[in-house]
C-alpha cells in the first residue's frame, strides 16, 4: 500500500490543543470492525458497552517531564535537553537544542545547579549520550518532577498548566517521551464502576518513544522502518488474558501501544506468556490480529503507522470511512482528542 492511500483531509481547528476538564466525557466513535457500522457514544458509556469478562489491557508508562531548559556551564548560553532513552543509571540519549553548542565533554547547568550534566558522546544520528549529575540523597525522577517540562507533541501549541492531564491515571512506570493518551480518558471512577460491572484489567508496560510522531516518508510504506521501543509484560498480564480467552471473553487493548505489546509477544514462538525485550513491530493491512480482539485508541495523523494499524484491525475502507464521519461530526483530534472503540 501507498502512503497516500491513508490521507484525510484534516481541518486545524479539529486539532484539540488542551484536555476537556472531565476526562470521560469525551466523544466516543462506536466502530464494529466487521459491518463497519459507526455510532456516536461518549467515553463514560463503556460501562454499558463493555461486558462482563472483557479484559481491558492498559499500558502504566508514565511520562518524564523530559524536557529540560538549562544553560552552558562556561557561556551561559540557553540550551535546550530533550531526554529520549535511558541507557545506563545516569546515562541519557537525548535530544538538545542548539546542537552546535553540545560538543564532546560540554557540561550543561539545570535548575539552578540542582542537575548537572556531561556530553559523552555525539552519536551517529546526531543525538548526544549524556551523564547526569546531582546531590546523591536525591532521585533523578524526582528532580525532573521539579524543574522537567512535559514533551508535549509538536502538534499542540497551548502550554499545560497541570502536568497530570499529560499522565494516565494507573500510569506508575517512568520512562515515556509521550503519553499513552487512549488511556488518557479514564478516571478513577469508571474504572471502578467497570470493575464492579465485571470488567478486568491487566497492565502492560511499554516505553513511549518520541518515534511515535515521526512521519512515514516512503511512499511505499513497506519500505518504512518503525522505531523501537521498549516493553514488559507481566505473568499475571499473560495470565489474565489466557483465562480470559479460554472463558470466551475479548481482549480489548487501550491504546496503540498496548496493542504493540500484545501482538509483539503473541507472535513470539512461547505465545502469550511473560516477555520483555524491544518491539519494532509494524502493523498495517492486511495483519492477522494473534491477540486483541478489540482496540480503543484515539483519532490519528494523516498518513500515520498509527491509523495503518487501526486500518489493519478495521479494515481499510471500515477506518477511512469512520475518519471522514468524525471529521464530519467536529470530533477532536490527536493527544487530548476524542476516542474511537473499535470492536
Known amino acids: 500500500m501507498q502512503k497516500s492511500d491513508f490521507y484525510f483531509d484534516l481541518p486545524e481547528e479539529l486539532i484539540a490543543q488542551h484536555p476537556l476538564e472531565r ?11 466487521q459491518s463497519g457500522e459507526a455510532a456516536h457514544r461518549h467515553f463514560y458509556d463503556l460501562e454499558e458497552i463493555l461486558r462482563p469478562g472483557d479484559l481491558l489491557v492498559v499500558n502504566d508508562s508514565r511520562v518524564l517531564p523530559a524536557r529540560l531548559y ?29 546542537g552546535r553548542r553540545a560538543k564532546q565533554g560540554s557540561r550543561f547547568v539545570f535548575g539552578e545547579g540542582l542537575l548537572r550534566a556531561e556530553v559523552l558522546a555525539v552519536l551517529e544520528s546526531g543525538n548526544r549520550l549524556v551523564r547526569f549529575e546531582y546531590d546523591p540523597s536525591e532521585n533523578l525522577f524526582a ?23 499529560y499522565q494516565t491515571v494507573y500510569s506508575r512506570e517512568p520512562g515515556s517521551a509521550a503519553a499513552p493518551t487512549a488511556g488518557l480518558h ?7 464502576r467497570l470493575k464492579a460491572k465485571g470488567v478486568q484489567f491487566a497492565n502492560v508496560t511499554l516505553h513511549v518513544g518520541l518515534g511515535t510522531f515521526r512521519p512515514v516518508k516512503e511512499d511505499n510504506i513497506l519500505n518504512h522502518k518503525m522505531h523501537r521501543e521498549h516493553y514488559h509484560l507481566p505473568a499475571e498480564t499473560a495470565e489474565l488474558i489466557k483465562k480470559t480467552k479460554a472463558q470466551g471473553g475479548r481482549v480489548i487493548a487501550v491504546g496503540t501501544t498496548s496493542c504493540r505489546t500484545l501482538e509483539s509477544v503473541a507472535a513470539q514462538p512461547d505465545g502469550i506468556c511473560e516477555a520483555e525485550g524491544w518491539t519494532e513491530i509494524f502493523i498495517y493491512p492486511p495483519y492477522e490480529f494473534r491477540c486483541i480482539d478489540g482496540l480503543i485508541t ?30 464530519k461530526e467536529r470530533y477532536r483530534f490527536f493527544s487530548f482528542g476524542d476516542a474511537m472503540f473499535i470492536v
Open 70 to 98: 538549562g544553560v552552558k556551564e562556561d557561556t551561559g548560553a540557553a540550551m535546550e535537553f530533550l531526554l529520549l532513552e535511558q541507557k545506563r543509571l545516569d546515562e541519557w540519549e537525548i535530544l538538545v537544542k542548539p
Open 143 to 165: 528532580i525532573l518532577d521539579k524543574i522537567g517540562q512535559m514533551p508535549l507533541p509538536p502538534y499542540i501549541t497551548e502550554k499545560l498548566t497541570d502536568k497530570e492531564r
Open 298 to 327: 484515539n483519532f490519528h495523523l494523516p498518513e500515520s503507522t498509527l491509523i495503518m494499524l487501526v486500518s489493519a484491525l478495521a479494515g481499510y475502507e471500515h477506518t477511512m470511512a469512520a475518519y471522514k464521519e468524525a471529521v
Open 23 to 33: 476526562r470521560d466525557k469525551s466523544r466516543l466513535l462506536l466502530l464494529d470492525k
Open 186 to 192: 479514564f478516571t478513577p471512577e469508571l474504572i471502578v
